[in-house]
């Protein structure tokens, strides 16, 4: 596959530290960026952070700070948990850029100059504490305010409204006709579901009395826009310079679904006559021990101490293994050491380990040709086309875990023909037969190796690399020596490997 792919994160918001939330959607960009480069296609692969709005201006005032100072501080944070994860992004967006509002500021005035931004006076009630106005649907099941609203007073407002409803149709006819715009599949149906009932015109301001932290209006200085309008606009602004509009795909959480992505950002765009993206990939969300993983519980916070303790690649794989795109998974202590311990330790290291000692012991390190084929031997390359397959279509759909569960069948079936053919017996034996058996078992998990550890690059780069030198292997930049081959012969392997080592600490609780 050849061609340009522009993939982006959702841009986090920097009224915060990062949490598990954050780590995952960058991971799972990350090993799908990785995975399109190796396919050859020349990858742009952009995350950032949200600087503007309300609670920034709000933390910043609390924390006697202005609010410049205190996103430049957690943008640090933010950066250096990139480093920490091995994100591979070509770009890093902060909205208060230059780049970015100029590109915000355009796109306001052609919609205004279009007669599609106009000015209202909207009455109702208002809650002081989220700074938003209420309908009747946010009212409880008594009829009263929820809690969360603070103080709610009846009030009227001047701000400015796009015209989003002139593209109501239009979406519902670009979702039903591109059925891969929205994946997973059935996310689709909320997003139809929202845009059954007629759109209300979008808000995209507040004066500047009560947010200051935002956008100026190129046309109104009184006002600052909306953080949404701000925040879509990303992905558009950052590549304003290059050739690589639309992009590929954002990859999302289902929270901000609908309306942000699906609605409000396809129809801006088509307001503005530029083409929507290509797809949003929308993933679930993490509990840490079935709780919802939250800044204010510290809880999510936390498990970021995996990759202190056990290291990036081991942390990325059980995001990558546990969480099926698409669906809500569950973040536990005994979870991340299971599969540590299972998966990684006994199912690959172990397997790795193995193959050096045999080779060692019986060809002074240098792994011998295959020469006895029989059926062992058959069914582990035939095991392999079919995983290599699976692992390709898995890709296809972005569907990590399920790619990494096929791989896994075939690491232990790597495990179990070694069991069938006891090299240590075969070892002992004096018939030439056995002896070119043992050469050939050997051959066999060296070749095995190989391509694991081809497949595993993009979600485990660094120890995927480790992996293949440790075994004699060159470190592929691309998928072309993905299948079954002779390469894994003839190769001197290191004497031993110690790709997860057993960790007694859990992490340390935080401070
Ligand atoms: N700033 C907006 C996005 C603007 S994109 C133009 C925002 N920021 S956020 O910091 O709240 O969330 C950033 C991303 O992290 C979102 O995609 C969100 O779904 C994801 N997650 C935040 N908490 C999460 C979990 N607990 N689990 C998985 N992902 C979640 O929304």
Not at 343 to 358: E, I, K, P
């Amino acid at each position: 596959m050849s061609g340009s792919f522009y993939i982006t994160t959702a841009i986090d918001y920097a009224n915060g530290a990062p949490h598990l939330g954050h780590a995952y959607e960058k991971v799972l960009a990350d090993v799908l960026a990785r995975h399109a480069r190796m396919t050859g296609r020349k990858v742009h692969f952009l995350t950032g952070l949200d600087e503007h709005g309300q609670k920034v201006q709000q933390t910043a005032q609390q924390r006697g700070v202005s609010p410049q100072a205190l996103v430049d501080e957690v943008a640090v944070g933010f950066k250096s948990m990139l480093v920490g994860l091995d994100i591979s992004n070509d770009d890093y967006i902060r909205t208060t850029e230059p780049r970015h509002t100029k590109v915000v500021q355009d796109f306001l005035s052609r919609l205004y100059a279009e007669g599609l931004i106009f000015k209202d006076t909207k009455s109702g009630w208002y809650s002081v504490r989220q700074e938003q106005f209420l309908s009747d649907k946010d009212r409880d099941e008594n009829g009263e305010w929820p809690e969360i609203y603070g103080e709610v007073t009846q009030t009227s407002e001047e701000n400015y409204y796009f015209r989003i409803s002139k593209f109501q149709s239009w979406l519902v006819d670009h979702i039903r006709s591109n059925p891969d715009f929205i994946l997973p599949r059935f996310r689709q149906n909320q997003v139809l579901e929202f845009l059954k009932e007629p759109m209300n015109d979008l808000c995209i301001s507040r004066p500047k009395s009560r947010l200051t932290w935002g956008v100026e209006l190129p046309f109104d200085p009184g006002f600052v826009t909306y953080v949404w309008f701000d925040a879509l606009t990303n992905y558009y602004s950052a590549v304003a310079d290059k050739d690589l509009w639309p992009a590929d795909l954002h990859v999302i959480g289902k929270d901000i679904l609908s309306p942000p992505h699906a609605v409000y950002w396809p129809c801006m765009l088509k307001a503005l006559g530029i083409e929507p993206p290509r797809r949003l990939l929308v993933h679930g969300w993490w509990t840490i021990d079935k709780k919802k993983a939250s800044k204010s519980s510290g809880n999510a916070t936390d498990s970021l101490a995996y990759v202190q303790s056990h290291g990036t690649d081991a942390f990325r794989y059980y995001l990558s293994r546990e969480m099926v795109v698409g669906q809500d998974a569950d973040f536990s202590d005994a979870g991340f050491n299971g599969r540590y311990k299972a998966d990684l330790g006994n199912s690959l290291g172990n397997l790795v380990n193995r193959l050096l000692n045999m080779v060692g012991r019986n060809c002074s390190g240098t792994v011998p040709a295959a020469v006895a084929d029989e059926d062992p031997e058959r069914s582990v390359r035939a095991l392999w086309t079919e995983t290599r397959k699976a692992y390709d279509e898995a890709f296809a759909e972005h569907q990590v875990s399920r790619a990494l569960e096929g791989l896994w069948t075939f690491i232990n079936a790597l495990n179990a023909y070694i069991e069938t053919r006891a090299p240590w017996k075969l070892a002992k034996s004096a018939d030439p037969a056995d002896r070119a058996r043992l050469d050939s078992c050997l051959a066999h998990v060296s070749e095995g190796l190989r391509l694991v550890g081809t497949a595993l690059l993009p979600v485990m780069p660094g120890t995927a690399r480790t992996m293949l030198e440790h075994i004699g292997q060159p470190v592929p930049a691309d998928y072309s020596a993905f299948d079954w081959s002779a390469a894994g012969s003839g190769v001197k392997v290191a004497e031993k490997c110690i790709l997860f080592p057993q960790v007694d600490t859990p992490p340390a609780p935080p401070a």
